[in-house]
């Protein structure tokens, strides 16, 4: 059974600070994901990770992935209040599609 | 891409009656698949629709609480039966979209019930 383990939970950060969201998880995979949801909003796709190695950013964020690892990073660059939400990693099985969520993080900017 | 319309998008509904949720892809897609967001928390898979066949369904799930409908390639429906508070929650409906060496999952705007 996939698990897929994030952390942190909750985030509170200062506007213009980095920080880094981890996501872990326990078989091997050939693609994982990173959404973003506002609250009573549905999800918004901020990355689509196919290999190991791969990199990918957009604005102040950007996703890695280490499938040796089994991880993935988020990683948040010069915080603004736009920013703040619940980002979720999902990792997919390679033998059905189906997506395995990870808890989600709430992220807050604070000015 | 795949543009998926869910509906209704929310709903207010009373105890012990029943919901059906409306998913329409604009491209045919080979899964398609019923996930929950209960409050706070993050989204569990319900189940995954098969066209012309019956839906599997998860762990904790069953059809007769979750019946599931998949005529064709482009549509999907699912009841949320004999609801209670706890039925509460947002409904996704997803697709693993695959357009030429692109594969990705999509999701629907997700329904909001609320059951009192």
């Known amino acids: 059974e996939l698990k897929v383990e994030q952390n942190p939970l909750f985030l509170s950060m200062q506007e213009g600070k980095n920080y880094t969201i981890y996501c872990n998880y326990s078989t091997t995979s050939d693609r994982l994901y990173w959404y973003r949801q506002d609250p009573g909003k549905s999800l918004e796709s901020l990355f689509v990770?196919?290999?190991?190695?791969a990199v990918k950013q957009e604005g102040r964020l950007m996703a890695s992935l280490d499938t040796k690892a089994r991880l993935s990073t988020l990683h948040i660059t010069a915080a603004v209040h736009d920013l703040s939400a619940t980002y979720f990693c999902?990792?997919?099985?390679?033998?059905?599609?189906?997506?395995?969520f990870g808890k989600g993080t709430l992220l807050t900017v604070n000015p | 891409s795949a543009v998926i319309s869910q509906k209704p998008s929310r709903d207010i509904c009373q105890r012990g009656t029943s919901l059906t949720i409306q998913c329409q892809v604009d491209s045919q897609v080979t899964m398609m698949f019923w996930y929950r967001q209960q409050p706070g928390q993050s989204l569990t898979l319900i189940a995954t629709?098969?066209?012309?066949?019956?839906?599997?369904?998860e762990s904790g799930f069953v059809i007769d609480k979750f019946p599931i409908s998949r005529p064709n390639l482009t549509f999907s429906t699912l009841t949320v039966s004999n609801m209670s508070p706890e039925d509460s929650s947002i409904y996704l409906c997803?697709?693993?979209?695959?357009?030429?060496?692109?594969?990705?999952?999509?999701f629907g705007q997700g329904t909001r019930l609320t059951v009192v």
């Open positions: 629709a098969n066209q012309g066949s019956e839906a599997t369904y």
């Open positions: 999902a990792v997919e099985d390679r033998s059905n599609y189906k997506l395995t």
């Open positions: 997803s697709v693993d979209y695959r357009g030429g060496l692109n594969t990705e999952a999509f």
């Open positions: 990770l196919l290999s190991n190695g």
